[in-house]
Each structure stands twice: as C-alpha cells, then as structure tokens.
C-alpha cells in the first residue's frame, strides 16, 4: 500500500531528472550562442561606424541636405517596430516587449501600424485581434543583413507613403552578457542631431558625387537598414541571454525538485518498512501471546 | 616603395579588408575611379563592380561589390559595400547558373532588378576568373 506512492514519486523524479536534462542542455547552447551573437555584433560595428561618418562629413563639408528622412517627429500615426523571437522558453524576452505595443496601442487617440518581427509577436497580436501590416519570421536566431534589408523596406514603404509619421522600435538592447534592456528606440524621422555632433573642429573639403541632394535619401535609406540590422543582431544576443537565464533557473528549479521530492520518498519508504516492522513485530508478538495463553490452559 | 594609405572594404556583416595599400580601383556613378595616397577627399555611390586593392609585396585582391558608398578622407578609403566578396570567396557555379537564369528572363522580357542580377553575377565571374588567373 504505502509502497505504491513511493513508486509515483520515483516516476516523478525520474521525468523531472529528464527535464533537468535538456534545460541544462539548453542552457549550454544559449551560451554558446550568445557569444557567437557577440561576435557577430562586432562584426558589424566597422560598417555602422564608417556609415555614420560618411554621413556626418556630408553633413560638415556641404550642410546636411534636405531630407524627408531628417526632421522633427510629427503627430499622426505611429509606425511601431516588435522584435521578438520564434522561440519561446526565454523568459521576459517576448512577452516584455509585446506587453508595452499593446499598452501603447491602447492608448487612446493612438493610431498604430504594426511591424512585427518573430512568430511570438504574430501569434500575440492574433490572438488579441490587432491588425499587423507586415510579419516578418525565422529572424532573430541568426539575423541576416537580407532581413534587415525586408524590414526596413516596409519600415520605409510605410513612412514615405505617410501611413506613419514616426516609426519606433521596440526591442531589446544588448549591453553586456549580463545585461540587456528593453527600450524604445527611435528610427524614423531621423534626428538631424544624430550627424552633426562629430563635426565641430576640421571640416574636409568633400568632392562629392552624385551631389548632396541626390546622395543624401539613399544614405539615410541605407542608414535605417543599418540601424535596424544593428538592432536585429542585438536582440538575437539577448534572446539567446534570456534563454540561458531562463534555463539556468529551470535547472536550479529542477534539482530543488528533485531534492525536494527524494526526501518525501526515502520518507515514505521508512514508513513503509516501519509499519512493515511494526506488523512483524505485533504479529510475533501476538503469537507468542497465543502461545502463552495455550501454555497456561 | 610606393606611398600607401590605409582600405577598407566593410559589409553590413563583417569586415572584408583591412590593411595598407597603394592603389585602389572602382567604379561609381560617373565611371571608374582609382584612389592613389593622398587622394582629395571624396564621397560617391558605388556601382555594382570589380575593386581592385593593390598592396605592396603582395598580391592584388579583387572583389565583387554590389552597390554601396565609397569614402575617402585622410588617406583612408572606405569602401561600404551592401553585398561584397572576395574572389576566392566566389561560388563560379552559382554565379554561372545566375547568369544562365537572367540571360533566359532577359531575352523575352525587360526587368531591372533581373538587369541588376545579371551584372552581378558577370561582376563575380569576372572576379573569380582574374583571381585564378593570377595565382
């Protein structure tokens, strides 16, 4: 009888051992990645870096040319971008970022145009009936420039038509393995301010060609992809941080379990063998009881 | 010894080049350009083209690029490239088959991004032809 619930809490050790398992398998794997995800950010960070000075010297040797891309933000409706994963099992990461468009949304006189990157954030607007202009998926585990390419496209597509005055987005930040932060980060209209900070001091004389005027729009084109592959690699390193935290805690979760639920079953098996005891010994006890009383007879 | 300046061939993913050079060629909206050290500093579009990086005491690299900037300030020349390769990066086979796949498109019909593809696949071959050709 007391033998049967050992048996259930041996079971139960078992799979929750096998859980251990993998959540510890996953959280090697997020940490493998997460430097691979780093070394991919540095990768990319000549390229930001020589692009915004192209921009500032443009800006210092002729005046920074008129843009439809530089200006102040203007009310109307609100282009946001949602950078989430197509992967669950990472804590906060999705759900942290979907919560804050959704407030935002909701916010009255609000008119949004949704850009929603990963099948978390596709599912999560579905299922809450929020129209999403554009869904881009298979994203974030290894972002690719030609998807940064496909979303700044529409990010683009949707501002220049006027559809939306600004667009922002929201995503998170990765500033060290050990910290990331979810923020809202301005993409479009591009703050002037931006390209003339590195300018004071020498100012080159550019040869420039094409001119300014025609040079300028595919510039801050290129720029906004650029911004927004930047923003894609970060997001991919903290995904894969979020997992490994988020595995990490299920693994130290998984041993409380296990330590937990070995206790109650060595606790039920010295029951079990105590009353086991107890039977023999009244059972004894009882015979000779009856042989006694025999002998007196 | 030629004087050199410093060349960077930098794509959206990774860093292509780095290093000291002495001679740099490509091609922008007007035509070819070539960069010497020193040159006056410069800002143009690059086309889809062959860039040729010449160093001292080693041999020439070449690479495909696929549109981008071109910077030149301070005896630096910055190429920003939005798709580059070098040569013996080049996968011939593929290139060939895009070649095949644009010529057929193009014969009965105008497109400008099959346009586009087309000279990108003859810019990969003719890179990977003058780099074997070379070594």
Redesign the interface.
Known sequence: MAGGQERILRRRIKSVQATKKITKAMELIAASRIVKAMG?IN??R???T??T??VE??AA?SGLPKSRYLADPQPGPRGMLVITSDRGLCGSFNSAPLRMVEKAVAQPGTQAKIVAVGKKAQSFFRYREIPVEHQVLGVTDRP??AH?QEIAQQVLALYDAGEATTVDAFTTRFLSAGSQRLEVIPILPIDPEKFLSGTHGQS???????SPEE?ID??LR?YV??MI?ALLLEASASEHAYRQRAMKAATENAEELIKKYTRIMNRARQDAITTEIMEIVGGAEALRASDNLEELE | MAATMHA?L??????LF?GDVTYVMAR???GDIAFLANH??????LEICVVKIERPGEADLFAAVHGG?V?V??NRV?L?A??AELANEIDVARARLAMERAEQVLAHATDTSVEAALRRAHVRLAVSETFTRHS
Do not use: N, Q
């Open positions: 991919r990768d990319a000549p390229y930001l020589a692009m000075k192209v010297d443009l040797s690719t420039y940064a080159l004389d550019f040869e420039i060609e094409p040079l595919p510039l290129l992809e650029e592959f | 960077e930098l794509t959206p993913e990774r860093s780095s922008t909206g007007d006056a500093p410069f800002i143009g579009t900037f910077h300030a301070k910055t920003l939005d798709v």
